[in-house]
């Protein structure tokens, strides 16, 4: 889930990615096929590990788990507001096994525990969290029974939500969008018509960008500090003229496989 900021929050869950990590899913929406570098990406996660360190936020480090190549995906196996989680069905089979050490890990820290029940389907990954407006992305991963039952959730704890269905050529909501804070949310230009966010406050700017940086549209807002992917000149001009603290990471081996920054954490408070 990508929120549009992070400031409350002093926990975060990261994984290692597996040694089998060029076996991980991939659409090849961001490459031609070609397959990630476990070294690379062990180095390039080191870093992204380090600075929510140097952030001063608590991380959980996982192991990494062998048999699932995208176990390192975590933001997928859980849906956390304000403390109150809500566990998916992941809607890449191969991934379902990935969730058990996530639901050891976080239940412990948790006001309440929700599940999602067949035959809903939704991955974390499908959902952008901007103020407190959640807006969920009907996708090849997420389901109309799994969007549901999460909105119900929502409702519940007082949120209102609303369905965005995402272009066939992308992942998830977040592949293609996220708000580094409560007034700015970031969109490929190319899918300005597309992707209808209901309700947004008027406070709210929609900032277009230009699509061969599609993939620097999913950031992590902390605070007055945002992380962005390194190579996308024009997302980090934007940010910093909007007095924003640019903190720029490697992402080439995940983004390889469909990973973006948010793709990698689950925070809490
Ligand atoms: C997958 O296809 O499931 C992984 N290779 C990438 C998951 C990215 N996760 C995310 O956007 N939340």
Not at 97 to 125: F, L, N, Y
Not at 143 to 157: A, H, M, T, Y
């Amino acid at each position: 889930m990508s929120t549009s900021s992070h400031s409350d929050k002093k926990n975060v869950i990261v994984r290692q990615p597996p040694r089998s990590f060029a076996d991980a899913l991939t659409t090849s929406q961001f490459t031609n096929g070609e397959k990630p570098d476990y070294n690379l990406a062990l180095k390039q996660h080191n870093e992204y590990v380090e600075t929510f360190e140097k952030l001063g936020l608590n991380v959980i480090l996982l192991e990494a788990e062998e048999e699932y190549p995208d176990c390192c995906f975590v933001e997928d196996q859980a849906l956390i507001v304000d403390n109150h989680v809500f566990f998916p069905i992941t809607g890449a089979p191969s991934r379902m096994g990935e969730q058990k050490t996530i639901i050891d890990t976080i239940t412990p820290h948790m006001k309440s525990i929700h599940w999602c029940q067949e035959p809903g389907r939704i991955d974390g990954g499908d959902v952008v969290r901007v103020g407190d407006i959640f807006y969920i992305g009907k996708s090849k991963r997420s389901n109309d029974e799994g969007i549901s039952q999460f909105q119900d959730f929502l409702f519940k704890l007082g949120f209102e939500s609303y369905v965005i269905n995402v272009p066939s050529y992308s992942l998830h909501l977040t592949t293609l969008c996220s708000a580094p804070n409560s007034n700015i949310l970031l969109i490929p230009e190319s899918t300005a018509n597309d992707l209808v966010f209901e309700n947004l406050p008027n406070s709210v700017e929609i900032i277009k960008i230009p699509d061969n940086e599609t993939y620097g549209c999913n950031t992590i807002g902390i605070g007055n500090k945002v992380i962005i992917s390194e190579g996308y000149s024009t997302v980090k001009n934007i940010l910093s003229k909007k007095g924003l603290e640019i903190i720029e990471l490697p992402m080439s081996e995940f983004r390889a496989v469909d990973g973006s920054l948010t793709c990698l954490s689950l925070f809490y408070q």
